[in-house]
């Protein structure tokens, strides 16, 4: 949660819906979304490349990716 207030400060942990795109959600720009990839990268190690970005549109798809890769 910590890598989306980084990028969208306003909002909350209880404003997402995990099941919703969070570029809508959160009203994200695409410079936005690349911005959270990147803090996801640096905090977790994992990178996203840009076929798996559709896995991880949602807070839901972002947990189950990381979940994935980083369990194995």
Do not use: W
């Not at 400060?9 to 809508?24: K, W």
């Not at 905090?43 to 991880?56: L, R, S």
Request: net charge negative; charged share 30%.
């Amino acid at each position: 949660m910590t890598a989306i207030q980084g990028i969208a400060p306003e909002i909350e942990e209880g404003d997402i819906d995990p099941d919703e795109a969070l570029r809508d959600e959160c009203d994200l720009d695409s410079m936005d979304f690349l911005n959270l990839l990147t803090a996801i990268k640096k905090a977790c190690g994992v990178n996203i490349p840009e076929q798996d970005y559709p896995k991880v549109r949602t807070l839901s798809g972002i947990i189950k990716y990381l979940h994935s890769h980083l369990v194995q």
